[in-house]
């Protein structure tokens, strides 16, 4: 699985603009193929983070993704940003869930 995280900061006048165009983007880059997950998220500590988080299934469609129109818009649109923001390429071998909780807590 493929991981792709933006981390944006915006200016408090900038921010509106560009929640309205991230929430625009989710649902497209959502069904497309591949697309595991697609999230934007705030910082509760620090109202100007806003956080950009994808998951692939494959890089191969992620490379896809990373040429496509969507993601053109994403990177148009942090062009207004006054600071340059975090991206980072995760690849993930395994996940687990609750039951790692369960088992660490008996």
């Known amino acids: ?5 933006i981390k944006i900061t915006v200016s408090p006048e900038k921010r509106k603009e560009l929640i309205q165009t991230f929430k625009a983007l989710l649902g497209p880059i959502r ?5 595991l997950s697609c999230n934007c998220s705030l910082d509760l500590e620090a109202e100007e983070v806003l956080f950009f988080t994808e998951e692939w299934s494959c890089r191969k469609e992620l ?4 040429k496509s129109v969507h993601f053109g818009v994403l ?7 006054t600071k340059e923001p975090e991206i980072r390429f995760d690849t993930i071998a395994s996940t687990a ?10």
Do not use: N
């Open 63 to 66: 490379e896809t993704h990373l």
């Open 97 to 106: 869930g609750a039951e790692v909780i369960s088992a660490l807590r008996c």
């Open 31 to 35: 069904s497309e193929q591949g697309c």
């Open 75 to 81: 990177m148009g649109a942090m062009k207004l940003l």
């Open 1 to 5: 699985m493929k991981h792709l995280s």
